[in-house]
């Protein structure tokens, strides 16, 4: 699998596909990949007739209290395990390549709609940081297809209505969130876990599902049902920043007694490592 750091040398690799006609998938990442990223090149595959992923941890979508410098970086591990994994390809740009003015004096891509919503409230300028960086590859790859987890939701709702808002013509797939056994979502940051908060992790998904059933039984409000989530939390151990149920399609508020195209969110530290899972409460 070649692995290229220029976008030109990536658009020569990918020249005689577009003249055959062949779609072609991106699979957008920060690297450390695991089996969650694997699945969202396997469904890319689907999609598509060559598959490129991107590993770039982009500085602009870290506030000043996350975790950049920290972040794990593992290229070689990164690019076989794709390869392992039936990747056709692999951009890894320097960040100069992603941003030739420099990162703090690029132009920025807003997205409107989600200012002070969730991940915005607790993280401002973050989406604005990943709107930035999605343009910029959509721009550099012209993939048909683009594939995202559907664990980021809130950057899922973002992408896709960048994507239509600044008329791409790429088609948005979503992926269902990468599950350990024990139910806790698959995500880089898991790492930072030990063996016993790894196994307490699991606990944001049986909220999550707790949340879930106490919608569909109808019998208290949705304030109440969040507010005894995040009750539960901090029983056990966790600083939650959020438990919400909002709608599905724009992370609105819901009506009162609304029970169907719902969507619960939660985002919580436990010790130094912050988490965030979702469960969409129609399945």
């Known amino acids: 699998m070649p692995v290229f750091a220029s976008a030109r040398d990536l658009g020569a690799f990918l020249a005689p596909t577009r003249t055959h006609g062949r779609r072609v998938a991106l699979v957008p990442t920060m690297g450390n990949l695991h089996a969650g990223h694997f699945s969202l090149v396997a469904l890319a595959r689907k999609h598509a007739d060559i598959v490129v992923a ?65 991940e915005d409230r607790v993280r401002p300028g973050h989406f604005d940081g990943v709107a930035t960086v999605v343009s910029k590859l959509f721009n550099l790859v012209r993939p048909d297809v683009a594939v995202f987890g559907r664990k980021d939701y809130q950057q899922l709702l973002v992408i896709r209505r ?53 919608v569909h039984k109808g019998a208290v409000s949705h304030a109440a049902i969040e507010a005894e989530a995040e009750a539960r939390l901090r029983d056990k151990g966790f600083e939650p920043d959020y438990a919400a149920i909002r709608r599905a399609d724009d992370l609105g508020l819901p009506a009162a007694g609304q029970s169907r195209a719902l969507i619960a969110l939660i985002a919580a530290r436990l010790g130094s490592t912050r988490l965030i899972d979702n469960l969409l409460l129609d399945e």
């Open 54 to 118: 991107s590993v770039f941890v982009n500085p602009t979508q870290f506030g000043p209290k996350d975790d950049f410098a920290r972040y794990p970086r593992t290229p070689e591990a990164d690019a076989a395990g794709l390869a392992a994994h039936g990747c056709d390809a692999l951009f890894m740009p320097a960040v100069d390549e992603m941003y030739p003015f420099g990162a703090a004096d690029g132009v920025r891509v807003h997205v409107p709609g989600f200012d002070g919503v969730l």
């Open 162 to 214: 960048l994507a239509v808002d600044l008329a791409y013509p790429i088609e948005i797939v979503d992926a269902p969130t990468a599950r350990e056994p024990s139910g806790l979502a698959m995500s880089s940051r898991n790492q930072y876990l030990d063996a016993g908060q790894r196994e307490g992790a699991a606990f944001i998904h049986d909220t999550l599902r707790r949340m879930q059933a106490e």
